[in-house]
């Protein structure tokens, strides 16, 4: 069948920033979102630990010049202060109106 | 006498559960509660905290209350203000980091309220039936305060921030689940929620010591950072509690509560906040360093409030009031 | 005498907590338990129910019993069929979507049953053991007339899921753990299970009001909704329990049983599912519309039945009794 | 190392899914997957709720062909009525013989 | 006589939540408790056989306690030996294999431990209040003893796995919990711990049927894979535990238990590990196939224990002492 | 933007693995990781079951040599014994440096 190219991208926050993610995303053009939690480390040293709960993981499937906008925001506003990682990679979806 | 009331309150279950945690957790023992479990406990904990506290205002009089009302006010302006005074002049510490960490000594810790109303049963003190309501003031007006001065120390840039960090407060769970569990108090009244006291009072004591296994875990971890806080901090997550913790217990027997409702409010007044005042605080002040506001409330002034500092003030209380 | 059992009602934990939650959703409070626990409770509510009728049947008499089966049985035929012809007559509504809501009518509401449990306790009005066996039937039934009718109308094309989906209802938790429970209840007996009773019966109405927070966040979501939904669909989402409330009311007198067990059979039949059914007919009629089913079973009927109907099949009962 | 590339195919379900999307991956020629939660939204609008429990979402890794095979059956079983969203990409794996 | 405790066990609520989840599980019915409450319950379950022994442990003398903790290190080392000779002699299975599964027979099953307590109290035949200590050490001795046997046959290469074994069991989870619990215990006492009673002695009975429920589903599926493991496997997953059980009984008279000890020593010495065993062989021996002895343990031995073996080991205790 | 490429490796083991996996990957190079869990059921038979607990799935974003000595050594040291199912892709990431 065909297929067409979107980028994924994922995002990895300490959990505090939930909202404001989803917001922002929804904000540069993302038709959805998918959340999961992990725990995890970094440079940061900090791990996460119960009082503050693990990190939100944010998956959204997008066209290329939104995951462009996507990952300029998110370095602007928060890798200076905040514990987030964040990359995008091509994938192939059957349905790409869905995420235009 | 001091030296009984550490002991008894050492060896209840709640505090020995968070000693015996910690240690284990020191020595590379695995003693964490399955993931999930904190979110529950401490769920439970600010409903019930909320109920309890409903209940004792629904048959309270307006006239007992009002008096502690306001110097539960004035010590949510007072705290922050001491602790950061503190950290600026005795911690030389920056604007924003202080801020940071004042936000967090100006608002409270629910547990250490618990803890404190449970030391206070085995030492067979009455307490007043409403401080849970104090306890609620407390936990927003301390961390809006310290927030402000931060603001204005910032010249109020970056105002969203500001707001959104209120906001995040006033409608975040701890606060909601408290208030919820208050107003679900007053409405039914003790009578009509005797049928869920088995779960809300019963198991409350034991619920609680599940809950500070896991706090004994994460505040041994915390432990480990205390290095990179300096000692300076350290010795001011121990002297700013017991200053304010002073405070505390003054204006509880100024505003005529007895010595179990005195030691509550003193010991709220000590306490520093390590849920909503983070959250809060990391949104506003996002270059503030979480290594230390962490490290000073959860690493070094919770264990010191839960082992020596309620005693502390339970002895602050008898001799004021 | 009807608004005082309103105001039991409604001043009730469970009901408190319910309403309560809704209303801090909906000023955007975040009272929200934490995931899982969700499916924990309804687990514990729904093996809870289970022992209870378990050991309800183990005392019971046949005779007494097999009246109010029967009664049941007939409500899970009558029950979806008068949603479904109010739906597509009065509704305007079309075969697959009517099928769809009344296939959540037929069936039952755990929930809404241990709500009217527990405020014919707060009644003090007893209700007769094995109660909870026709919950079970109830939930099953209703369902496959509904999903029947919906299969006619399509002349039965797609066999595979309409197999399926009954297969999805008779072997899914909620059934499963409430006949477990049945069971277990059954075979042990009152005596035998006394160890286990501080959990299943004494947190029982505390577990319910944390459970009825949660409830309360999620209608308050569904709500929302409602303008999608359509005025027509949500004055059935009222007309329709009133009138099986009635038909359940009828049918408990005349089997026979008290007022308790009379008001509990009309609640049943007014009950709408919002875990079982929406399940079933996701799979089996994937082109009905959940926004409609949904939003009708959760965010109108439940509310209604809890705050408003309880009371009214109560004042029902005692009219035909 | 010597690695070869396989298709991972990644599938965000409604739960009440689950089974059948299992049974279907098996049946198309998958030889295992992992399963994860996640919450989410989209364009369907109704977000993940308790009342129904959080979205699966699914993992495969399969030769080219069983890829397509997945994500042609999903568009015409499920896309049109279920909220399901489903991508592939390519990954390298160090013991292909164990995906095929 | 027998027959009456097999009555007795096989009705009592948690055995009965094992069995009808068992039946349940194997007609594809769907009574899987919810993701993470299995991690919830063994936790609690850990942690209060813990207490309740530490509690016991206080009261005790240290004369009652030395001998039976000798017969515990003595059947630490003796049930691994007895189950890896029956397995590499009459079940012709591989040096490793053997000691994999050997590990498992010497060390204990606490949900066993905490079945046999039940069932003692429903016969009201009392128990030695310290018995939850002999249950910690003999977790960990017989997993120790196992792995030295397969580290001697395998010359001790890959000495490394050798010790994080070791330190997996020493560290892990359920014997951190058990330890702090028992810690807790000794150093608070009975007055001090009882207001958490109600969750930890109130409810274990109740949490425990729960946990029950998902240890049958849990079984139910293992069960499945006997014909992978070979009728020799199964055969000597039954004719260890008696064997072991009677050791077990024997000891617990010889060291001057009465009834109810004897009964419980014999029931660990026969009950098979299925938590702390499996993670440290599967990192000890990881080239063991856990096919043979998870299928040995909670497929074949735990069920039986709980079914069959508790009142034959009782009907043993009776005789001997 | 301007965005670079690294190696995504995602690993999916038994839990058992997880404190001797984390270490590894640090060991050869990793900066930070992020860890889920999933069930799931492979060729292998056994599924996640309750006793044993769901599988760790860990992420790491690396150097391409790094990626490289992690599967390497995971093909060496587990592959045989273990329930371990990895793959590598490639992803870009905005922050290079973080990752190196
Ligand atoms: N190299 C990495 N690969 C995958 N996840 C990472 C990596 N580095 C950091 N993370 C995730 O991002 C979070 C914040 O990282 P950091 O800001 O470096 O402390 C960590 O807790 C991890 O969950
Ligand atoms: N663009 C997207 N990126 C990632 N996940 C999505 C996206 N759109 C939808 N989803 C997921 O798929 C589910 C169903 O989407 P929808 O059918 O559009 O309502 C949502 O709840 C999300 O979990
Ligand atoms: N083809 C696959 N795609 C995705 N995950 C897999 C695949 N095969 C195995 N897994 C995961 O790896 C675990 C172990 O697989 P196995 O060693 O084949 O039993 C399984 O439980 C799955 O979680
Ligand atoms: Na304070
Ligand atoms: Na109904
Ligand atoms: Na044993």
């Given at each position: 069948m065909t297929t067409t190219e979107r980028q994924l991208v994922t995002i990895i926050a300490e959990s505090v920033l939930k909202k404001r993610l989803i917001d922002d995303i929804r904000r540069l053009g993302a038709t959805g979102y998918s959340i999961g939690s992990v725990e995890g480390s970094g440079t940061g040293g900090r791990h996460t630990g119960d009082w503050e709960g693990p990190h939100v993981r944010i998956e959204t499937i997008v066209r290329d010049e939104v995951a462009e906008r996507i990952l300029e925001h998110l370095v602007e506003r928060y890798f200076t202060n905040y514990a987030v990682v964040a990359f995008a990679s091509t994938v192939r979806v059957a349905r790409p109106a869905k995420f235009d | 006498m001091f030296s009984t009331a550490v002991v008894d309150n050492l060896l209840s279950a709640p505090v020995l559960a968070f000693v015996v945690a910690a240690l284990a957790t020191s020595v590379k023992g695995d003693i964490k509660l399955p993931q999930g479990l904190y979110a529950v406990l401490s769920t439970y904990l600010l409903f019930a905290i909320g109920l309890k506290g409903g209940k004792g205002l629904a048959e309270a009089e307006l006239g007992d209350v009002w008096q502690p009302l306001i110097a539960a006010v004035v010590l949510g302006l007072l705290t922050p203000l001491i602790a950061y005074v503190a950290l600026r002049?005795?911690?030389?510490?920056?604007v924003i980091d202080s801020a940071a960490i004042a936000a967090h000594y100006g608002s409270v810790s629910a547990v250490t309220f618990t803890v404190v109303l449970a030391f206070l049963d085995t030492e067979a003190e009455p307490t007043e039936p409403f401080l849970a309501g104090l306890l609620a003031v407390l936990e927003i007006i301390g961390i809006i305060v310290a927030l402000a001065i931060a603001q204005r120390s910032l010249r109020g840039d970056d105002e969203s921030n500001w707001g959104d960090a209120i906001a995040e407060v006033v409608r975040g769970r701890s606060i909601v689940l408290l208030l919820a569990g208050l107003l679900i108090g007053v409405l039914a009244g003790p009578k009509r929620l005797e049928p869920v006291d088995p779960l809300f009072v019963g198991l409350f004591p034991g619920l609680l010591t599940l809950f500070m296994i896991d706090m004994g875990t994460v505040a041994a971890q915390r432990i480990r950072d205390v290095r990179e806080a300096g000692w300076r901090l350290v010795a001011l997550a121990v002297a700013i509690p017991v200053v304010n913790g002073f405070v505390g217990a003054l204006a509880g027997s100024l505003c005529g509560l007895g010595v179990g409702g005195t030691t509550v409010l003193a010991t709220l007044a000590a306490s520093a906040s390590y849920i909503a005042a983070p959250a809060a605080v990391r949104i506003a002040?996002?270059?503030?360093?979480p290594g230390l506001y962490i490290t000073a409330s959860l690493g070094v002034t919770f264990p010191f409030n839960i082992v020596v500092g309620i005693p502390l003030y339970y002895a602050m209380a008898k001799g004021l009031t």
């Open positions: - | 002049r005795l911690g030389r510490i920056g002040l996002p270059t503030a360093r």
